[in-house]
Antibody
Framework: EVQLLESGGGFVQPGGSLRLSCAAS????????MNWVRQAPGKGLEWVAT????????YYSDSVKGRFTVSRDNSKNTLYLQMNSLRAEDTAVYYC?????????????WGQGTLVTVSS | EIVLTQSPGTLSLSPGERATLSCKAS???????LAWYQQKPGQAPRLLIY???TRATGIPDRFSGSGSGTDFTLTISRLEPEDFAVYYC?????????FGHGTKVEIK
């Protein structure tokens, strides 16, 4: 059974940093590209970042480019999102999601999400 | 950026009725690269349809997708109680990949 379990969310002040993790199990992690998608409270879905299966290719939305870094450790079956220079508008539930195939951007499995709150 | 406009914002129907949800793209989608997701309160989204009309693994056949170019439709042939949720369309052919704002299907 495919499982994705996010952790690392919490409360942070504007300008602060946070690192999210997503532990994957139930599938061969190192052959799938992986994604972060977020959802602000009461709002819709927003794609944030994608990383290729090997970790060498990364892609970001304009809203987070230069502030967030996506990475992965295939030996630990874990996806990460390092978030720096956080802003109030980054407040959201962050989901990790598996890509149905390498860099297709179709999200076939999702974690339950971790809430990030940016506030002073 | 491709903007996806979903309508209606809310659809009020009874179990057993047919639901028709619309998603219109601001420009033609290459190779019909459109997906649909279902999200229930407090839960993660679930993939229903991709390639405009291909059901994802385990999705019941009462869910169907159609359309091409800029106009796409998700149809739920007969609503079951568990189908009342928010539905999002997503285009995945052009960067940045974007979602519509959702259609809520509520019990009438």
């Amino acid at each position: 059974e495919v499982q994705l379990l996010e952790s690392g969310g919490g409360f942070v002040q504007p300008g602060g940093s946070l690192r999210l993790s997503c532990a994957a199990s139930g599938f061969t992690f190192n052959i799938y590209s992986m994604n972060w998608v977020r959802q602000a409270p009461g709002k819709g879905l927003e794609w944030v970042a994608t990383i290729g299966s090997s970790g060498f290719s990364t892609y970001y939305s304009d809203s987070v480019k230069g502030r967030f870094t996506v990475s992965r450790d295939n030996s630990k079956n874990t996806l990460y999102l390092q978030m720096n220079s956080l802003r109030a508008e980054d407040t959201a539930v962050y989901y990790c999601a598996r890509d149905i195939m390498q860099l297709w951007y179709i999200f076939d499995y999702w974690g339950q999400g971790t809430l990030v709150t940016v506030s002073s | 950026e491709i903007v996806l406009t979903q309508s209606p914002g809310t659809l009020s129907l009874s179990p057993g009725e047919r639901a028709t949800l619309s998603c219109k793209a601001s420009q033609s989608l290459s190779s019909n690269f459109l997906a649909w997701y279902q999200q229930k309160p407090g839960q993660a989204p679930r993939l229903l349809i991709y390639g405009a009309s291909t059901r994802a693994t385990g999705i019941p056949d009462r869910f169907s997708g159609s359309g091409s170019g800029t106009d796409f439709t998700l149809t739920i042939s007969r609503l079951e109680p568990e189908d009342f949720a928010v539905y999002y369309c997503q285009q995945y052919g052009t960067s940045p990949r974007t979602f519509g704002h959702g259609t809520k299907v509520e019990i009438k």
